[in-house]
């Protein structure tokens, strides 16, 4: 049963525009959410987190928004770079937990 | 300071085989858990150790164990090979055990091959 959904495997967006990342979640018990990025042969790096308590969170270039109502959560990177493209983790806990739950990810590619 | 690594970085095995994959955390990280990662389930968590102890364990079958030495370096094992085992297995530490905002450190993997 897969709590925490990434729709879209794969995105592309043209260099300077804003690229929007969609995760879906189910269990309304999970109160942190976080943004990994992985390269190729690489482990997932963390990017962003946001607690249940907000409804965004901003770090340069990355937006975390949230909404509890909809169980929907959101990445916006603007602009979007080169370098940006990865894939993409949306990640979910719940107090006192120890493990993070993982959507499937999203494949980003950036076109220069 | 030294990130989290794994060993071996590849592997292959054959079915009914068994494997042990190793992690060392980085330097003063007394938290390591154990992902499992495939293209159709994303990571998936198989379990936490803190100070050697099992804290955590997700759901996947006793085929699946895993230990954690003093130094806080730990080891997964996975016997009876499948070809449904065949998976990158990422480690991730950090500094404590409490709750999910301390933030995980991976590592590159290691990628299991059952053939």
């Known amino acids: 049963d897969q709590q925490v959904k990434q729709n879209s495997p794969s995105l592309s967006v043209q260099e300077g525009r804003i690229s929007i990342l969609n995760c879906d979640y189910t269990?309304?018990?999970?109160?942190?959410f976080l943004w990994y990025k992985k390269y190729p042969a690489e482990g997932p790096t963390f990017l962003i987190s946001?607690?249940?308590?907000?409804d965004k969170n901003e770090d340069g270039r990355f937006t975390v928004f949230l909404n509890k109502s909809a169980k929907h959560l959101s990445l916006h990177i603007v602009p979007s770079q080169p370098g940006d493209s990865a894939v993409y983790f949306c990640?979910?806990?719940?107090?006192?937990?120890?493990?993070?739950?993982f959507g499937t990810g999203t494949r980003l590619t950036v076109i220069p | 300071k030294a990130g989290v690594t794994q060993t071996p970085r590849y592997l292959i095995k054959t079915r009914g085989q068994q494997v042990t994959l190793s992690c060392s955390p980085i330097?003063?990280?007394?938290?390591v858990s154990w992902y499992q990662q495939t293209p159709g389930q994303g990571l998936q968590f198989l379990f936490e150790?803190?100070?050697?102890?099992?804290?955590n364990k997700g759901n996947f079958p006793g085929r699946f164990s895993g230990r954690q030495f003093s130094n806080s370096r730990s080891e997964m094992n996975v016997s009876t090979l499948e070809l449904g085992d065949s998976a990158l297995y990422l480690c991730?530490?950090?500094?404590?055990?409490?709750?999910?905002?301390?933030?995980?450190?991976f590592g590159p993997g290691t990628r299991l091959t059952v053939l």
């Open positions: 150790y803190f100070s050697e102890t099992q804290r």
């Open positions: 946001i607690s249940s308590i907000k």
């Open positions: 991730a530490s950090r500094p404590r055990t409490s709750g999910m905002t301390d933030t995980q450190y």
């Open positions: 269990n309304s018990m999970f109160d942190y």
């Open positions: 330097s003063g990280h007394r938290s």
């Open positions: 990640a979910a806990s719940k107090t006192g937990a120890n493990n993070l739950f």
